[in-house]
């Protein structure tokens, strides 16, 4: 049977706008009030799904959430018509109703942490939406990333969905952008790495100083016992804390995986040299393991950060080796551009290094790899998910015409005050989840 890699990127939502939601992400705080062109971020992001599209591999197309979210404004003691919401809301609480129209469900990597059928004990593939208990405006995301999840892998046979872990620190998790899978090829049996930034009852675990850690190591370990994985080719691993106070708030921004690659910088891990040594002694296949350690002295963590090489999308090509998808800030930087030269070039998997413009989502603190939520299917498994939810060329020309119909090519802060850009907002979404066959996955629609 045969196995494929299947990338979900999150479409881009109509609110996208820069109010600097999220501390600890520096291009997040660092742009915060500027200029947004959500028609323009959803189009960028769109071109990079059609392209890997065009280049053999399956993609598929996460929709947004329903921003303002109203839902939250209501409990929150807002009432009254939803135009009247965003009228109390801009003038009693901005900084709330900020987070109730933040578009970032587009980093879908954040969605869940999925787990393929090659690797829980029952062979269904498990998604756990991830709680995102770190951020206001992310913990609001969970139960319309669970309807959606659900509208798209919609197989009882096939797929096993669990819902967010319990809200709060304790269970902090954040999805796949803390997950890492190394494997012979994606339908084989695979080692399953959860990168994890501090402990809630360990008291002995070396917490970072400046900025939160997001994923708790409680949160990865009872995600391993829902998905039924081998203990033998799981490991949980630690993310060094110095490199969280310095703006790696994730493990996407320091490492990036695929098959038999790991890609990462020498701080990306608390005690490094022990980290890869776990890695070796569990993997359970037989191709030679490639892990690519790059050196604070080649490239900084400051560099790292600011040109996001580490979130990259790493693909295995239909005709062999792997691409490299960069954001085209790699390219603009002369010591991580000089690096991926000689990468390309090195005794490694990867032949190819591609780079796309996503600036949109890069100055919000999203590079390729936050984008999208890696599913790897069988055959079979992958007829049963949501045909509509898949790219194609008509497809891509269908969501390019909806974006240029509904979306606004600026938006500022002061215009999330406007309550047309609510109805602008909920009758985009409302045709689009016609679109995208997805059901009322909306609260507005129900």
Same mark, same amino acid.
């Given at each position: 049977?045969?196995?494929?890699?299947?990338?979900?990127?999150?479409?881009?939502?109509?609110?996208?706008?820069?109010?600097?939601?999220?501390?600890?992400?520096?291009?997040?705080?660092?742009?915060?009030?500027?200029?947004?062109?959500?028609?323009?971020?959803?189009?960028?992001?769109?071109?990079?799904?059609?392209?890997?599209?065009?280049?053999?591999?399956?993609?598929?197309?996460?929709?947004?959430?329903? $921003?303002?979210?109203? $839902?939250?404004?209501?409990?929150?003691?807002?009432?009254?018509?939803?135009q009247q919401l965003i009228s109390q809301a801009a003038q009693k609480a901005p900084h709330l109703l900020r987070a109730c129209y933040s578009a970032s469900s587009m980093w879908t990597a954040n969605?869940?942490?999925?787990?393929?059928?090659?690797?829980?004990?029952?062979?269904?593939?498990?998604?756990?939406?991830?709680?995102?208990?770190?951020?206001?405006?992310?913990?609001?995301?969970?139960?319309?990333?669970? $309807?959606?999840?659900?509208?798209?892998?919609?197989?009882?046979?096939?797929?096993?969905?669990?819902?967010?872990?319990?809200?709060?620190?304790?269970?902090?998790?954040?999805?796949?952008?803390?997950?890492?899978?190394?494997?012979?090829?994606?339908?084989?049996?695979?080692?399953?790495?959860?990168?994890?930034?501090?402990?809630?009852?360990?008291?002995?675990?070396?917490?970072?100083?400046?900025?939160?850690?997001?994923?708790?190591?409680?949160?990865?370990?009872?995600?391993?016992?829902?998905?039924?994985?081998?203990?033998?080719?799981?490991?949980?691993?630690?993310?060094?804390?110095?490199?969280?106070?310095?703006?790696?708030?994730?493990?996407?921004?320091?490492?990036?995986?695929?098959?038999?690659?790991?890609?990462?910088?020498?701080?990306?891990?608390?005690?490094?040299?022990?980290?890869?040594?776990?890695?070796?002694?569990?993997?359970?296949?037989?191709?030679?393991?490639?892990?690519?350690?790059?050196?604070?002295?080649?490239?900084?963590?400051?560099?790292?950060?600011?040109?996001?090489?580490?979130?990259?999308?790493?693909?295995?090509?239909?005709?062999?080796?792997?691409?490299?998808?960069?954001?085209?800030?790699?390219?603009?930087?002369?010591?991580?551009?000089?690096?991926?030269?000689?990468?390309?070039?090195?005794?490694?998997?990867?032949?190819?290094?591609?780079?796309?413009?996503?600036?949109?989502?890069?100055?919000?603190?999203?590079?390729?790899?936050?984008?999208?939520?890696?599913?790897?299917?069988?055959?079979?498994?992958?007829?049963?998910?949501?045909?509509?939810?898949?790219?194609?060329?008509?497809?891509?020309?269908?969501?390019?015409?909806?974006?240029?119909?509904?979306?606004?090519? $600026?938006?500022?802060?002061?215009?999330?005050?406007?309550?047309?850009?609510?109805?602008?907002?909920?009758?985009?979404?409302?045709?689009?989840?016609?679109?995208?066959?997805?059901?009322?996955?909306?609260?507005?629609?129900?």
């Amino acid at each position: 049977m045969h196995f494929y890699e299947v990338n979900f990127d999150g479409l881009v939502g109509p609110s996208h706008n820069y109010a600097g939601l999220s501390f600890g992400n520096i291009a997040s705080q660092n742009n915060a009030n500027a200029i947004a062109n959500p028609k323009e971020a959803a189009l960028q992001g769109l071109r990079k799904m059609k392209s890997l599209h065009d280049s053999g591999l399956v993609q598929g197309v996460f929709a947004p959430h329903a $921003r303002p979210d109203t $839902r939250t404004l209501r409990a929150l003691g807002f009432c009254g018509t939803d135009q009247q919401l965003i009228s109390q809301a801009a003038q009693k609480a901005p900084h709330l109703l900020r987070a109730c129209y933040s578009a970032s469900s587009m980093w879908t990597a954040n969605a869940a942490t999925v787990s393929p059928s090659a690797d829980s004990q029952d062979k269904k593939v498990h998604f756990t939406t991830a709680n995102l208990a770190n951020k206001f405006h992310r913990a609001i995301e969970a139960p319309t990333t669970e $309807r959606l999840l659900q509208a798209m892998f919609n197989n009882e046979q096939h797929f096993a969905h669990h819902p967010a872990l319990l809200s709060g620190q304790h269970f902090a998790d954040e999805g796949a952008a803390n997950h890492t899978r190394l494997c012979d090829s994606h339908g084989h049996q695979g080692l399953e790495i959860f990168v994890y930034g501090a402990s809630s009852f360990n008291p002995a675990i070396k917490k970072p100083a400046r900025y939160p850690a997001r994923q708790m190591l409680e949160a990865s370990q009872a995600i391993a016992h829902l998905h039924q994985l081998d203990t033998q080719h799981t490991l949980f691993l630690q993310q060094n804390p110095d490199v969280i106070d310095m703006g790696v708030f994730h493990n996407d921004v320091i490492a990036v995986g695929n098959e038999n690659v790991l890609l990462f910088h020498e701080m990306a891990y608390l005690n490094s040299q022990s980290a890869m040594a776990k890695i070796k002694a569990a993997y359970p296949g037989q191709r030679p393991l490639h892990l690519i350690e790059i050196k604070q002295d080649i490239i900084s963590v400051e560099d790292a950060v600011s040109s996001y090489l580490f979130n990259s999308q790493l693909v295995s090509l239909p005709e062999g080796g792997m691409a490299l998808i960069a954001p085209s800030e790699c390219q603009h930087n002369d010591k991580v551009a000089t690096y991926l030269a000689v990468l390309q070039q090195a005794d490694n998997p990867i032949s190819q290094i591609r780079y796309y413009d996503l600036k949109q989502s890069m100055q919000n603190g999203g590079g390729p790899a936050c984008l999208r939520l890696r599913v790897p299917l069988s055959s079979q498994e992958l007829g049963a998910v949501n045909q509509h939810c898949l790219m194609s060329e008509s497809l891509y020309q269908t969501l390019t015409l909806w974006v240029e119909k509904h979306y606004r090519d $600026r938006l500022s802060d002061a215009d999330l005050a406007d309550p047309s850009l609510l109805l602008e907002c909920q009758t985009a979404l409302d045709t689009l989840s016609q679109l995208l066959n997805l059901g009322a996955v909306y609260d507005f629609q129900r």
